[in-house]
Every structure is written in structure tokens, then in C-alpha cells.
């Protein structure tokens, strides 16, 4: 028995996928890990950190400052003034609200820079505040 052009072209349609929802769900996924990654954000140096064998290892360290053995306090890849830690640190902190503080100092850093750090720190609503150390 031979089919009509009618059949015959109906068969051909039910043979075809619809791509289009499979495209929206990988885009949508796509969108959904790019929003949630959380991306590495470094405080602009190196510095040579002093070795403490009960350091512990911090998760959530979202604002970074370095303090080189110059005293020079570094803060998302630029040079800040120890006047201007607090301002800047106030502004981090309103981004990411749940973000801890670490100061990486190196070890022949000055302590009464630290200290200024700190300060601004604790001044600036921060009161989880850590120092960086090689474990």
C-alpha cells in the first residue's frame, strides 16, 4: 500500500527534535554558575609572610591588604595610604557585607603599620580581622 504526500510529510515532522529548550537550560545554567562563582581577588603584592605552625586556613577572605617590608599598604592592586584604609575598606565591606579582613604583612613589616591596618579595620565595622601566615 502505497502512502499519501500527506503521511509521508507528517512523519518527517515527528522525526525532528526541537533543540530550543535544551539551548535555554545551558544557557540558563551557564548564567547560574557564572553569577555564583566566586572569583579570587588579590591585594596587589607579594609578600613574604612569617611561617606559624598553628595557622588555620580561612575561607572566606574577601578583603585583602598587603603590607610590604617597605610599609606600603596595597588594597585591590593599588597603593592606599593608611589614611585612606578605612574608606576603602568601609566601601569592600558594603559590597560584600559577609567578607572577613586578612592582612598579609610581611615578616619585616613594621608593626606599628599593622597596627594602624587593624584599626582601620575594626574602625571601618570590620571585627573579623586576620593575619596571613604560612602554615
Same mark, same amino acid.
Request: charged share 30%; net charge negative; hydrophobic share 45%.
Given at each position: 500500500?502505497?502512502?499519501?504526500?500527506?503521511?509521508?510529510?507528517?512523519?518527517?515532522?515527528?522525526?525532528?527534535?526541537?533543540?530550543?529548550?535544551?539551548?535555554?537550560? @545551558?544557557?540558563?545554567?551557564?548564567?547560574?554558575?557564572?553569577?555564583?562563582?566566586?572569583? @579570587?581577588?588579590?591585594?596587589?603584592?607579594?609578600?613574604?609572610?612569617?611561617?606559624?605552625?598553628?595557622?588555620?586556613?580561612?575561607?572566606?577572605?574577601?578583603?585583602?591588604?598587603?603590607?610590604?617590608?617597605?610599609?606600603?599598604?596595597?588594597?585591590?592592586?593599588?597603593?592606599?595610604?593608611?589614611?585612606?584604609?578605612?574608606?576603602?575598606?568601609e566601601r569592600l565591606k558594603a559590597e560584600n557585607p559577609q567578607?572577613?579582613?586578612?592582612?598579609?604583612?610581611?615578616?619585616?613589616?613594621?608593626?606599628?603599620?599593622?597596627?594602624?591596618v587593624m584599626d582601620a579595620s575594626r574602625a571601618a565595622g570590620?571585627?573579623?580581622?586576620?593575619?596571613?601566615?604560612?602554615?
Amino acid at each position: 500500500m502505497r502512502k499519501s504526500p500527506i503521511n509521508v510529510m507528517q512523519d518527517d515532522e515527528e522525526q525532528n527534535i526541537d533543540m530550543t529548550p535544551m539551548l535555554d537550560v @545551558v544557557f540558563i545554567m551557564l548564567i547560574f554558575f557564572i553569577v555564583t562563582a566566586s572569583f @579570587v581577588k588579590e591585594a596587589g603584592i607579594d609578600v613574604n609572610r612569617p611561617d606559624a605552625p598553628t595557622a588555620v586556613k580561612k575561607e572566606r577572605a574577601n578583603i585583602l591588604i598587603a603590607i610590604n617590608d617597605a610599609g606600603e599598604i596595597w588594597i585591590d592592586k593599588r597603593r592606599i595610604d593608611v589614611r585612606a584604609v578605612q574608606a576603602n575598606i568601609e566601601r569592600l565591606k558594603a559590597e560584600n557585607p559577609q567578607g572577613s579582613v586578612v592582612i598579609q604583612a610581611d615578616r619585616k613589616a613594621n608593626v606599628e603599620t599593622l597596627v594602624k591596618v587593624m584599626d582601620a579595620s575594626r574602625a571601618a565595622g570590620a571585627y573579623d580581622v586576620s593575619i596571613a601566615a604560612n602554615e
